[in-house]
């Protein structure tokens, strides 16, 4: 079976440019997140689709970052215009359903360094 | 709200020592435990999880046991090996559906 898959794997951009990173979740699962993971510390959820619809967007830096989830399958995070502490890793994970009980499958993530 | 408190690392061990690292939470209800790992210049994989107390996660030689009394999910693994030098992150998956993640503990095992 096929896992998370996420590109680009590294991406360095200036600050004020933009971004767009992809992932293509496991076929079938019907949840996808987007986490930021600070150097450092833990993954922090930033967006949570079940199908293409948005569950749980609250840690989502609103003004700067968007996500779809078009036909319910691949995503797409972008940040407009991007600043110095967006620096991070970018990961993208899929699970084949809400629910306390479901595991998260993670992608290898996109190393973001914005300069 | 819920969240995770991870013992800080890091951890360095000898070959075929002991290792505890240690794991609380607080949530609401009744949530799911993880851990997961990541070894280096790698996404996170899931290494265990325990869904209801008293469970007990295990999986290559690596054990935690949801321990609802002491709101405790600590990780052992009774003899480390070089290739268990990794990061590994404990994480709680509550009522709201989100997956809350402690900082990271990075063990070092050294032949």
């Known amino acids: 079976e096929a896992g998370v898959a996420q590109s680009p794997r590294y991406k360095i951009i200036e600050k004020r440019q933009s971004v767009a990173f992809w992932c293509n979740p496991i076929?079938?699962?019907?949840?996808l997140y987007w986490y930021q993971q600070i150097l450092g510390q833990g993954p922090k959820l930033l967006i949570q689709f079940q199908n293409n619809g948005v569950v749980d967007d609250s840690q989502l830096p609103k003004d700067r970052f968007s996500a779809e989830r078009l036909k319910g399958v691949d995503s797409t995070l972008k940040i407009q215009p991007a600043k110095l502490e967006d620096s991070a890793v970018y990961l993208c994970a899929s699970s084949q359903a809400r629910g306390a009980q479901e595991t998260q499958y993670f992608g290898p993530g996109t190393r973001l360094l914005v300069l | 709200g819920d969240s995770v408190t991870q013992m800080e690392g890091p951890v360095t061990l000898s070959e075929e020592a002991f290792l505890t690292i240690n794991c609380t939470y607080t949530?609401?209800?009744?949530?799911?435990l993880f851990w997961y790992v990541q070894y280096p210049g790698e996404g996170l994989q899931l290494l265990l999880k325990a869904t209801k107390a008293d469970d007990k996660g295990s999986n290559k030689g690596f054990e935690a046991t949801y321990r609802k009394e002491t709101t405790s999910f600590h990780l052992e693994k009774g003899s480390v090996q070089v290739s268990d030098s990794a990061v590994y992150f404990c994480a709680l998956s509550g009522s709201g559906n989100q997956f809350y993640f402690g900082t990271g503990t990075s063990l070092t095992v050294i032949p």
């Open positions: 076929s079938g699962h019907a949840t």
């Open positions: 949530a609401t209800g009744y949530p799911s």
